[in-house]
Every structure is written in C-alpha cells, then in structure tokens.
C-alpha cells in the first residue's frame, strides 16, 4: 500500500470517527434533555395553569334559562358569567344572576344576586350574596334565597329585611309557599322579628 493511500484512509478514519462522535454527544444529550424529570413545583405550576386553562374554557357568558315550574308558573334565570361544574354536569355556578318569574295571577318577582347557583335538571335554584327581591311595592333584601321547584317554595334567610308600603321588617328566615300563596316568618335563639308598621 502506497504512503498516499495510508495517508486517505487514516483521513477517512478520523473523519468517520468524528462525525460518530458528534452523533453520540448529540443524540446522548437529546436522549438525557428527554429524561429529564420535573420537580414537584414546576409539576404544580404546570397543573394549575393547565385547570385554569380548562376553567376558562368552560366560562358561558350572558346566558339565559327558561322553563316552567312544577305549577306551571314560568321563569327565566339570566347570568353574566357561568360555569358547569366539573362534578356534576347538571349544576351551573353563576355570577351577576338575575330571576324573573311570572306567576299564573299575572304578578311577578324579579331577583337578582351576585352568584348564583342553578340546577337545570331539578330546576332548583340558590342565589348568594346581596339578594334583592321586588314583588309588586315590596322590596327584599337578604344574603341566601333559594327557589325548590319540587318543593314549591322559595326560603330567604340571613339579614332579612322587608320594605313594604304598610312598614319595614327583619328577621332571621322567611318561608315563601308558592302552590299555597303563604309566608311564614322565622326567628332563631328566641329572638323576636322586628317590625315597623306605618299608620295612616
């Protein structure tokens, strides 16, 4: 083998040697990038992006329900924001809620809450914080009601006050029978319901 040919191939070797090398580092250093684990916190960052992510995809906007209640009197129940509850698809978490229900004697009742809950199969519903409720000259006020359409009435409760035309009350619960057209008024730790009547 002439020196010119033992110079080409040592050249060929190296050179295939090298280019094997820089395969191995980079493909070795790709193979371990892959392997490389997740510390617990960034694993937490990750998931709270990812449901925050997924909540805010299952944000509805101005959505309204209709229906009629088991004696048959109509209602729509409005929100600004929802949610589907990711337990149970059947309840929807709202904020901004607004209720109008239109009774069979042609009265109505219009209520209106910061959040509210609603359930579109029982067609229950529950409304939180700063409730007000108008019923023909009476004003409502108070932090829970809810509406029972199997039961068929609607509970009020936590710093009720009533403004009326005949005076102004507090109590603790007011009880509201739809089917039987009656109220009953609550007050708990034997505390008594407090009344301001005006006299013409």
Same mark, same amino acid.
């Given at each position: 083998?002439?020196?010119?040919?033992?110079?080409? $191939?040592?050249? $060929?070797? =190296?050179?295939?040697?090298?280019? *094997?090398? #820089? /395969? /191995?580092?980079?493909?070795?250093? +790709?193979?371990?990038?892959?392997?490389?684990?997740?510390?617990?916190?960034?694993?937490?960052? @990750?998931?709270?992006?990812?449901?925050?992510?997924?909540?805010?995809?299952?944000?509805?906007?101005?959505?309204? %329900?209709?229906?009629?209640? *088991?004696?048959?009197?109509? %209602?729509?129940?409005?929100? +600004?924001?929802?949610?589907?509850?990711?337990? &149970?698809?059947?309840?929807?978490?709202?904020?901004?809620?607004?209720?109008? /229900?239109?009774?069979?004697?042609?009265?109505?009742?219009?209520?209106?809450?910061?959040?509210?809950?609603? &359930?579109?199969?029982?067609? !229950?519903?529950?409304? &939180?914080?700063?409730?007000?409720?108008?019923?023909?000259?009476?004003? =409502?006020?108070?932090?829970?009601?809810?509406?029972?359409?199997?039961?068929?009435?609607?509970?009020?409760?936590?710093?009720?006050?009533?403004?009326?035309?005949?005076?102004?009350?507090?109590?603790?619960? $007011?009880?509201?029978?739809?089917?039987?057209?009656? $109220?009953?008024?609550?007050?708990? !730790?034997?505390?008594?319901?407090?009344? @301001? #009547?005006? %006299?013409?």
């Amino acid at each position: 083998m002439t020196r010119v040919r033992k110079l080409k $191939l040592t050249q $060929l070797s =190296l050179l295939i040697i090298g280019l *094997l090398i #820089v /395969f /191995f580092t980079y493909f070795e250093k +790709e193979r371990s990038d892959q392997k490389k684990i997740i510390s617990r916190a960034e694993q937490e960052v @990750i998931n709270v992006k990812l449901k925050k992510y997924s909540d805010e995809n299952n944000v509805f906007y101005n959505i309204q %329900y209709t229906g009629i209640d *088991l004696e048959g009197n109509r %209602y729509t129940i409005k929100s +600004e924001e929802a949610v589907n509850s990711s337990n &149970n698809t059947k309840i929807v978490n709202m904020k901004k809620v607004q209720a109008t /229900f239109y009774f069979k004697d042609n009265t109505v009742l219009n209520v209106f809450s910061k959040s509210g809950i609603y &359930n579109n199969k029982t067609l !229950d519903m529950v409304f &939180n914080e700063d409730v007000k409720a108008f019923y023909e000259n009476t004003e =409502l006020f108070a932090e829970k009601a809810e509406f029972s359409n199997s039961g068929s009435f609607l509970s009020i409760s936590k710093d009720v006050k009533v403004n009326d035309p005949k005076g102004t009350m507090f109590a603790d619960k $007011l009880l509201f029978d739809i089917k039987k057209k009656t $109220l009953d008024i609550a007050s708990f !730790d034997n505390k008594k319901v407090n009344t @301001i #009547v005006k %006299y013409k």
